[in-house]
């Protein structure tokens, strides 16, 4: 009776083409059935690449071996089609890991040269033009060369582009998790050696010196590129409860709010009737003694009109704090916005330094004289921050359907042990009677109200960096018009 043993009957060299494939066809798996569409990061939005790669790489690998095992009992005009797949597949597969290298860069913003673009034209045409001037006296030798073509070409410069987009995309991670972090890192560093070894080194030849087969390295580096990959597909995972958290403090945060704003109300209406009580007698008070030179008498009914002229705009503020009322968002330029609230503020810029990078980004959903006051609060934070002059930051853009705001300062920042309090009503580091503390948590209310973002980044004696995201008007203009 015949018995079919799998690994008594393939030779040792055909166990790590098996293997070789395998590991690149699971990392295709790993991300296909990873849930990443509702992340943000823009590595999530490139991954179908380097899954297709694994996809196609692997299928590739196990043709070589389909050719190992049966190519002696292949007739000759089949295998002529068998050949002609497989290196469709390294040419495809290598394209693939080409252009997730390319998104990759351009995703962190190093995509400054415009000749990268033109990278798989470059290549392709290179690869045509060796082929066509060259000979070949039978067709086994055509399909050798041009193998060995395209991994000189696509081959390298696709696993050496992967592996700078990898290296550079772990720096902007490090602040979500430093792990996946390193294990972007550490794929990266792979991808580098898997570029040499798949894209320099011919098939079946041995490492100079070591006298260790080709296919042995590209199997480990496989292995290793899955393992890394696999490992840092937690990264959305991490993204996922990071922004259940949020949603949850914004939670608690929005009913201290609540319950806070009915208390705010109470006080500013029961301050406000003898407050205007007493505006009331104070002017009566001036007019009777608008006769009387007395120096002394009029510093102190100033100062008293000063101090009930404070208490008054504190009251409004806590009754702007109290408001519940739903503002009536319509399509706005947020550009504009920012012009108007630092045009308000002009004439506090004396030794502050305004830059401004303010992008054509499409209308926002939004009521601009309320986020105007948001701007005016932010801003004058800033400007409070720097006694002694310096640099505010203003930088708008646009992003997967949000306009994006960030505000920087170059003041005295916030010590990280209160970092977390900085959108609590009534918390404040200014100094007694500098600031009633509710400027930031109107701004999260207003943000709030406006379905966007607000967070706040800073380090003592570093500066503060304020984010703010908001959703774009979906093809309307300033009027609400359909555009």
């Given amino acids: 009776m015949f018995k079919f043993d799998l690994f008594s009957n393939i030779p040792p060299i055909g166990h790590l083409y098996f293997f070789y494939g395998l590991a690149f066809f699971l990392l295709g798996l790993f991300i296909v059935f990873k849930e990443t569409k509702t992340s943000d990061l823009k590595l999530a939005s490139h991954l179908w690449l380097l899954a297709w790669f694994g996809f196609t790489h692997g299928v590739h690998e196990w043709l070589d071996l389909y050719l190992l095992l049966q190519g002696r009992y292949i007739p000759a005009h089949e295998m002529f089609w068998v050949k002609l797949i497989t290196l469709f597949t390294v040419f495809l597969s290598f394209l693939f890991l080409l252009l997730f290298g390319m998104a990759l860069i351009s995703s962190t913003g190093n995509n400054r040269k415009g000749w990268l673009k033109s990278a798989p034209v470059i290549l392709f045409s290179f690869w045509v033009i060796y082929l066509w001037n060259t000979e070949f006296s039978t067709a086994a030798q055509f399909f050798k060369k041009a193998d060995i073509m395209v991994r000189n070409t696509f081959g390298f410069a696709g696993g050496l582009l992967t592996a700078y987009g990898l290296t550079a995309y772990s720096h902007r991670v490090k602040g979500l998790s430093l792990f996946v972090s390193k294990r972007l890192f550490y ?44 490992k840092a597909l937690n990264i959305f995972d991490i993204e996922t409860k990071r922004k259940l958290e949020q949603q949850l403090k914004r939670l608690a945060q929005y009913e201290k709010l609540a319950s806070l704003g009915q208390l705010a109300a109470g006080v500013a209406h029961e301050i406000n009737n003898p407050l205007t009580n007493v ?46 009322t739903e503002s009536e968002l319509r399509p706005i330029n947020i550009n504009r916005v920012i012009e108007g609230a630092l045009t308000l503020l002009q004439y506090k810029f004396k030794d502050i330094i305004v830059h401004k990078t303010l992008s054509d980004i499409p209308n926002v959903m939004g009521d601009a004289v309320r986020l105007e ?107 609400g018009l359909i555009i």
């Fill in 373 to 479: 006051q948001v701007f005016i609060n932010i801003l004058d934070n800033s400007i409070q921050a720097m006694t002694d002059g310096g640099d505010v930051c203003i930088e708008s853009s646009y992003a997967d359907g949000w306009a994006k705001i960030k505000i920087a300062d170059s003041g005295m920042g916030i010590p990280q042990e209160n970092l977390s309090k900085v959108f609590d009503p009534f918390f404040s580091t200014k100094d007694i009677g500098a600031g009633t503390g509710l400027g930031l948590s109107i701004c999260y209310g207003i943000i709030t109200q406006h379905n966007g973002d607000i967070n706040i980044e800073s380090m003592e004696g570093e500066g503060t960096i304020v984010n703010i995201s908001l959703p774009i008007a979906d093809g309307k203009d300033e009027n």
């Fill in 187 to 230: 794929a990266g560093i792979t991808f580098l050696l898997y570029s040499v070894f798949a894209g320099l080194l011919p098939s079946r030849s041995a490492l100079p010196y070591l006298g260790i087969p080709v296919e042995v390295l590209r199997g480990i580096s496989a292995v290793m590129i899955a393992y890394f990959i696999i």
């Fill in 279 to 324: 505006s009331l007698n104070l002017q009566m008070l001036k007019n009777t003694l608008g006769g009387i030179n007395n120096s002394e008498i009029a510093r102190r009914v100033d100062s008293i009109e000063k101090n009930v002229d404070k208490v008054s705009a504190i009251t409004k503020e806590l009754l702007q704090f109290s408001r519940n």
